[in-house]
């Protein structure tokens, strides 16, 4: 505290701050409630339930690491952990790589405020089909005897059917990436489009070739943006299953298809652990994501 | 502007260098000519204000310079050598931002060294005349101890610094200000402008301050350029184009003279309700215009006989408004119209004037500048 003089003073300046300060904290409550009954709660529920016993048709609530161990000792589950991290690093990269380049023609080259947020609504429409005719829709395209193959065929450029195009682990990123590349490119191009023009001329002026205003000014300036893209996309790849399982013919097997897999055999157990491996398997990329830039400085 | 305005562009103390000229220089906009036939010596060495109302051209002028646009017509060029077709970067040309365009990412340091680190013939920076450079920058304009500093955790003075030195670390022979002053706050700013003459000075460049007010502009240039729709109106020292506007134009965007359109006669100027003496001086006009100054202008109650060599009207006194050193007095003529008498009160104490009764104004012959 200050000095016994003013020490009173300011007590007494402080106290109606103070109390403002306590009865505003009733505004997160409800939401404090909600996510403590139906996020944090479950979520330990989780944790606890991948101790549990395990036996073929019922589950025990006697501890046990028996889950756990099976998991990480099965190579189709650690595979999966695998094909997991492998599909999420190609799917954002190809996000970023589509996404980056869509993202700064929006943001920076068109000038027209209403013609970048017209381009912006078309990255959209993808979501204005329903998710399963969506994913169907691939496989006229990219089949045996899909678009895209007889198209190669009647060009002569392949004489036989490409069949890696569908029910493959390309299919499956050809899927996300078109899907989840908006979640991209609406971050960075927001980002972009903040950067104040006379910023980039006066880069321009101070004698800076196009590249080097690229990589010295514009990328820097976009960080958060990408960032912020790159944990949607994650998120969202990382907790994926239904586009692998319809396009890969279930070939392809992530963490979530495990999920699904085993809570529809009753191995519930075996679900938690999945669970918790995904679940911190996204912290941890969603932390790591955060320390390249610090959104809180720039946003 | 009026086609019959003749203008002497070199009417008093133009230096025999030039840092810069342009000839007939014009852009335009689909149909609308933004600026007209521009001709223009800028004197090297020199503080260089060029005041124009908004809309007046005034940007586009500044960035035709720096070679942000290119003119459709008309040449520039530059010790001389023609400039228009090189690119800005290679034109010599500094160029000062009005938000002053900072780097948000880098620090105070890397922002003044950019034009060295990223211009073309990079990496000059690593080599020690390009570090020294950006040092001596540095302490030039005042900013040792702030190198490592964000330039969000600066204040808008030593932002306007930091604007200034990026530009002059790569020597340009001129600098180019676009309302440079227009982002601080009024007290920052009456300092500013006294900072930047003598860095100026000190720099020995020519500098071209674009801004909207009379007298930010008179007060910086050592020469002023008045702008007004596209067209040059008046080029000359501030005291010349303070105390003889070339044309009606310049004298509103003074804004310290009263206007009144009418004709000029052998008798003198007559408007709608007054007719005032002239001297034989006039400047040739093809909207014949009289002007006289705010300050020049005396009242008293109408009942007073008017004294010779002096000339004047009846109005009635509105309101005062008072400013600390001067107060104006508002009166209203017969047509409507305000003028304004602005008295400084180290000279005399505020007059007790009475809203709505009549008072003569008047003023010497000679102070007025007619237009016809």
Redesign the interface.
């Known amino acids: 505290m200050n000095t016994p003089t003013n020490g009173l003073a300011s007590d007494a300046a402080k106290r109606p701050k103070d109390r403002r300060l306590v009865s505003s904290y009733w505004l997160i409550t409800p939401g404090a409630l909600w996510m403590l009954l139906f996020l944090v709660v479950p979520i330990l529920m989780m944790v606890y339930v991948s101790f549990w016993t395990q036996t073929t048709f019922s589950i025990e609530p006697t501890l046990t690491t028996q889950s756990w161990e099976n998991f990480f000792s099965s190579e189709t589950y650690v595979g999966a952990l695998w094909t997991t991290l492998r599909i999420w690093l190609i799917v954002l990269a190809a996000t970023l790589v589509v996404g980056y380049p869509t993202a700064l023609f929006v943001g920076l080259f068109v000038k027209n405020k209403t013609l970048s947020t017209v381009l912006l609504v078309l990255c959209v429409i993808p979501f204005w089909t329903s998710f399963l005719i969506r994913v169907l829709a691939w496989r006229p395209m990219l089949g045996k005897e899909g678009a895209i193959n007889i198209l190669l065929q009647a060009l002569h450029i392949t004489s036989t059917p490409i069949e890696a195009l569908l029910f493959s682990e390309l299919s499956v990123v050809i899927g996300m990436t078109q899907i989840y590349c908006v979640f991209m490119v609406g971050p960075i191009a927001f980002m972009l489009g903040r950067i104040?023009p006379?910023?980039i001329?006066?880069?321009?002026?101070?004698?800076?070739?196009f590249w080097?205003?690229f990589r010295?000014?514009i990328l820097?300036?976009s960080m958060p943006g990408v960032v912020v893209g790159a944990i949607f996309v994650s998120v969202m790849v990382l907790g994926e299953f239904a586009t692998a399982a319809a396009l890969s013919g279930r070939k392809t097997n992530l963490l979530g298809n495990i999920i699904v897999i085993q809570v529809g055999s009753l191995k519930w157990a075996f679900a938690a652990v999945a669970g918790v491996v995904l679940t911190a398997l996204m912290g941890l990329v969603v932390a790591s994501l955060l320390r390249i830039v610090d959104l809180r400085r720039e946003l | 502007m009026v086609s019959g305005a003749q203008v002497d562009l070199r009417s008093r103390s133009q230096p025999a260098e030039s840092a810069l000229c342009l000839e007939g220089v014009t852009r335009r906009y689909a149909n609308n000519v933004v600026l007209d036939a521009i001709s223009l010596s800028l004197p090297s060495n020199e503080y260089v204000s060029l005041l124009g109302p908004s809309g007046s051209g005034k940007t586009v002028l500044l960035r035709l310079i720096a070679g942000f646009e290119v003119p459709d017509a008309g040449r520039i060029t530059m010790g001389g050598k023609r400039i228009d077709d090189v690119a800005a970067h290679r034109r010599g040309i500094g160029f000062v931002f009005q938000n002053f365009a900072l780097f948000p990412h880098l620090n105070v340091f890397d922002n003044i060294a950019f034009g060295l680190v990223h211009g073309e013939g990079a990496a000059r920076i690593d080599r020690p005349p390009g570090r020294a450079r950006v040092a001596d920058m540095i302490a030039l304009v005042g900013l040792n101890g702030l190198e490592r500093r964000g330039v969000h955790e600066i204040s808008g003075g030593q932002r306007q610094r930091v604007a200034l030195a990026r530009t002059m670390v790569t020597q340009p022979r001129l600098v180019l200000l676009d309302e440079p002053l227009g982002a601080l706050d009024a007290n920052l700013r009456a300092r500013m402008r006294e900072e930047l003459r003598n860095l100026r000075e000190r720099l020995g460049v020519t500098f071209l301050h674009v801004t909207g007010s009379e007298t930010e502009a008179l007060a910086m240039g050592d020469h002023v350029i008045v702008l007004d729709r596209g067209r040059i109106s008046q080029f000359d020292v501030p005291d010349a184009i303070y105390s003889r506007p070339a044309t009606p134009e310049v004298a509103r965007s003074l804004n310290c003279y009263n206007l009144f359109t009418g004709q000029s006669g052998a008798d003198g100027f007559s408007c709608t309700h007054a007719l005032f003496a002239t001297s034989r001086v006039k400047v040739k006009c093809a909207q014949p215009t009289y002007a006289i100054r705010h300050d020049l202008i005396s009242f008293a109650p109408q009942e007073e006989t008017s004294l010779p060599d002096r000339t004047g009207l009846l109005a009635k006194f509105v309101t005062s408004e008072y400013s600390g050193s001067t107060i104006r007095h508002f009166f209203k003529v017969g047509t409507g119209q305000i003028v304004e008498v602005e008295n400084h009160l180290s000279h005399r104490r505020p007059a007790d004037l009475e809203p709505g009764r009549a008072y003569s104004l008047t003023w010497a012959v000679d102070d007025a500048v007619v237009f016809g």
């Open positions: 104040d006379n910023v001329e006066a880069a321009r002026d101070l004698g800076a070739s080097r205003i010295t000014v820097p300036l």
